[in-house]
């Protein structure tokens, strides 16, 4: 998410507009970026203005931000929201396929690894405000779109009004909602996400393991397990689409083969099923000791467990892999998951052979990665990988 330091300028609340560098007149929830030099078009009105400068332009008495260093970041048609302390934050970039909304920073589950540690503070009314906004002015072409946490479903009527919000504007914009599925264990809270009918929606739910004890322990939280498995199944009842997430470290991998036969035994209803690596950033550099597994040290028990469940019919992604760490064999199954803002490539990786798809790694990785990274010669390729994302 880009965030932008400036002067702020005629304004004591939040606003919220879309970037443009081409006047048209439409009105106050256009924010003009003026470049130093440039003349105010003084025959529109704007919401703000948006310069470099440490000036705002003579022509102009309304809200702007000023010392905005780095304009040339924001495309025509970003959305942002603007602060009285001067910072400005992209909200949705429309050069981009991994746009989200975090709708919280709350959470009932504390994961070992989560990549964004749960804070204990009620951000609902601010967040819902500002998306109030944001979602009307996202271009209704908007082919995917995420919400994130924290855990959404704590926002209760928030979080119904949020999707509601997502229907109307964005009808047929693909919406990806990761959850832990707790809140779906009652039945209630559930038979109201189904009457809402929200067809486009797609629930990405963790599940750690094929018993309590492993689970609640993962995501340190006594009785998640049993709310999860509840949750799911309720969900099924009310034809909510579902995909199960899985995370493989050290606790998570022994049980991998076993956990995909309990997936398909009770779960046979999912619409999709990903195996995940561990992401360096949040909580998981102060649990390496217990969660770091390299990843080619768990290749046998990942091949078994996505091969049974593709031999099963099921839908099953890797996300968050490097393709030379992987058995040529599980190449059809491995996807570029990982969001453009922080993914990367090691130097090494600069004369591989099948670097276009390849996932790459997360920023954070540099400090923590596969000891086996190689960059793969053309020989060493026997099968073609143009549908491995």
Not at 36 to 56: C, R
Not at 96 to 119: D, G, I, W
Not at 253 to 266: C, D, E, Q, S, W
């Amino acid at each position: 998410m880009l965030r932008l330091r400036g002067t702020a300028h005629h304004f004591d609340q939040p606003l919220v507009g879309t970037v443009t560098r081409q006047p048209s007149g439409e009105g106050g929830h256009q924010f003009l970026v003026v470049d130093a030099g440039d003349p105010y078009p003084t025959s529109y009105v704007y919401g703000a203005v948006l310069t470099a400068s440490p000036f705002l332009p003579a022509a102009w008495t309304g809200p702007g931000l000023t010392h905005l260093l780095n304009l040339d970041q924001l495309a025509e048609g970003d959305v942002v929201s603007l602060q009285p302390t001067g910072q400005l934050i992209r909200q949705y970039q429309v050069d981009s396929a991994q746009n989200f909304l975090l709708a919280t920073e709350r959470c009932n589950s504390n994961c070992l690894m989560c990549s964004q540690p749960p804070k204990d503070r009620d951000d609902t009314g601010y967040l819902l405000s500002l998306y109030r906004q944001v979602i009307p002015l996202i271009p209704v072409a908007c082919p995917e779109l995420g919400i994130t946490g924290g855990e959404p479903t704590l926002l209760g009527d928030g979080f119904f009004e949020l999707l509601s919000l997502c229907k109307q504007h964005l009808p047929a914009t693909e919406l990806h909602c990761l959850t832990n599925g707790r809140s779906f264990a009652w039945r209630e809270f559930t038979e109201r996400l189904g009457e809402l009918a929200v067809p486009q929606l797609m629930l990405g739910i963790p599940l750690y393991a094929d018993h309590a004890p492993l689970h609640d322990y993962v995501v340190q939280a006594k009785g998640a397990f049993d709310q999860t498995v509840r949750g799911l199944h309720e969900l099924a009842a009310v034809g909510q689409r579902v995909e199960i997430r899985v995370v493989l470290h050290q606790l998570t991998v022994p049980r991998l083969g076993k956990l995909a036969r309990f997936i398909y035994r009770n779960f046979p209803f999912v619409e999709h099923i990903t195996f995940m690596g561990l992401e360096n950033t949040g909580y998981t550099p102060h649990n390496r000791d217990k969660l770091w597994l390299d990843p080619v040290d768990y290749m046998e028990e990942l091949t078994e467990a996505v091969e049974f469940l593709a031999a099963h019919r099921l839908h099953v992604s890797i996300y968050n892999h490097q393709l030379c760490l992987l058995p040529e064999r599980l190449w059809e199954f491995a996807r570029r998951s990982i969001s453009d803002w922080k993914n990367i490539y090691l130097p090494t990786c600069a004369s591989c052979a099948v670097r276009e798809q390849c996932g790459g790694f997360f920023a954070s990785s540099l400090t923590l990665h596969s000891q086996y990274i190689r960059a793969v010669a053309p020989l060493d390729v026997s099968t073609s990988v143009k549908d491995c994302y």
